[in-house]
């Protein structure tokens, strides 16, 4: 789909951007992400959290970060016929992510490894980073919960929002979703 919508751009001069989100999270998220995941189990009393693969890093982005990246974009003269990253350049593991979750809930927490949470051997994702300086440059737009500090701002508004009982009950934080 990239490379049909750059034609486009490169035959026809059509305004075309590829914006590339890394793991957006936030309140509202589908119970299939991690993050909503483990807010979900330890908002329902769990203290043995259920997990596949915890070495993987990922490259999380607030809600708000994506949505801004997205506006920031559109909003460029810069930007069309570029392929840009929208993520917070801060990489963290998936154990370690789970860990500043408990840390923001204020709660102790045992990972249980499930394998059926476990993928095949073959499509583990082992690294996603997004290298967002070409949004910065082109653009202006930086992410406002970079870094540990920014990522545990995000973690608290999410699991605040997760944690309201009228939220919450809306989710199964027994069921793995795929």
Do not use: H
Not at 64 to 82: L, N, P, Q, Y
Not at 132 to 156: D, I, V
Request: charged share 25%; no cysteine.
């Amino acid at each position: 789909a990239d490379q049909l919508a750059m034609s486009f751009y490169n035959a026809f001069d059509t305004p075309v951007t590829i914006i590339r989100p890394f793991n957006t999270y936030g309140p509202r998220q589908s119970a299939r992400a991690i993050i909503p995941t483990v807010i979900t189990q330890i908002a329902n009393s769990k203290r043995k959290i259920k997990l596949g693969a915890t070495s993987p890093t990922r490259d999380f982005s607030f809600v708000m970060d994506t949505v801004r990246g997205f506006v920031a974009i559109a909003e460029s003269d810069k930007s069309v016929g570029e392929v840009i990253n929208i993520g917070s350049n801060f990489e963290i593991s998936i154990g370690n992510t789970v860990q500043l979750i408990a840390e923001v809930m204020g709660v102790d927490i045992e990972i249980e490894t499930e394998q059926a949470r476990l993928r095949p051997e073959k499509s583990e994702v082992d690294r996603l980073w997004a290298d967002n300086s070409k949004a910065k440059k082109l653009t202006g737009w930086e992410p406002a919960y970079g870094g540990r500090e920014g990522f545990k701002r995000g973690l608290a508004e999410t699991a605040a929002w997760f944690a309201d009982p009228e939220n919450l009950k809306r989710y199964k934080a027994d069921i793995y979703n795929i």
